[in-house]
């Protein structure tokens, strides 16, 4: 199985910070990795599909790059919404294997 | 925008049986993949399952291979997930999501989730 590790597992910052979160496959998986945000108790919903494109209604703010092994989720101007837990999960290989999770705060 | 309702979820003893059902509004159903994911109390999120638009094609987690049955009504627009032999370690809430096809199936939609508890 290809494993996903997310990094940092938390962070805080402040409205209007620009915020990276870096995801890790365990194997090459070209660009067939997704970002999806979880508010507290909430469903899932799906940001960033094939590392970069934004799924439809996402505001522009969020950004996606990266290939085979590594990738980043970008938020450009933190706003107070975005506070959330993030996931990585890559589509590449069955089974579908989802990184450990990024909690956001917000200051 | 398509929307997902899931329901079927509740309390079973281990060793037990559950179907949860996920119903899809909107008229693109019967030519989408859908998935089930699950995520245990103050876990993480877990891929279950996923099934083809006609429901030719099927995948497990090796979590679940043996136990657990995908199947689709696109007649109902309807998406089920049967559980068998339930352990405790199945207690989640589990979602249905949409997926849509990009030289692999990805995840779109998401409905809201039903919480199934195995426990004596």
């Known amino acids: 199985d290809i494993q996903m590790t997310q990094s940092p597992s938390s962070l805080s910052a402040s409205v209007g910070d620009r915020v990276t979160i870096t995801c890790r496959a365990s194997?090459?998986?070209?660009?067939?990795l997704a970002w999806f945000q979880q508010r507290p108790g909430k469903a899932p919903k799906s940001l960033i599909y094939?590392?970069?494109n934004l799924q439809s209604g996402v505001p522009s703010r969020f950004s996606g790059s990266g290939s085979e092994t590594e990738f980043t989720l970008t938020i450009s101007s933190l706003q107070p919404e975005d506070s959330a837990t993030y996931y990585c999960?890559?589509?590449?290989?069955?089974?579908?294997?989802f990184g450990q999770g990024t909690k956001l705060e917000i200051k | 925008e398509v929307q997902l309702l899931e329901s079927g979820g509740g309390l079973v003893q281990p060793g037990g049986s559950l179907r949860l059902s996920c119903a899809a509004s909107?008229?693109?159903?019967?030519?989408?993949?859908m998935s089930w994911v699950r995520q245990a109390p103050g876990k993480g999120l877990e891929w279950v399952s996923l099934i083809s638009a006609s429901g030719a094609t099927t995948y497990f987690a090796d979590s679940v291979k043996g136990r657990f049955t995908i199947s689709r009504d696109n007649s109902k627009n309807t998406l089920f997930l049967q559980m068998s032999s339930l352990r405790a370690e199945d207690t989640a809430v589990y979602y249905c999501a949409t997926m849509k096809l990009l030289g692999n199936y990805y995840f779109d939609y998401w409905g809201q989730g039903t919480l199934v508890i195995v426990s004596s």
């Open positions: 194997q090459g998986i070209s660009n067939y």
């Open positions: 094939a590392a970069s």
């Open positions: 909107g008229s693109t159903f019967s030519s989408s993949a």
């Open positions: 999960q890559q589509y590449n290989n069955y089974p579908r294997t």
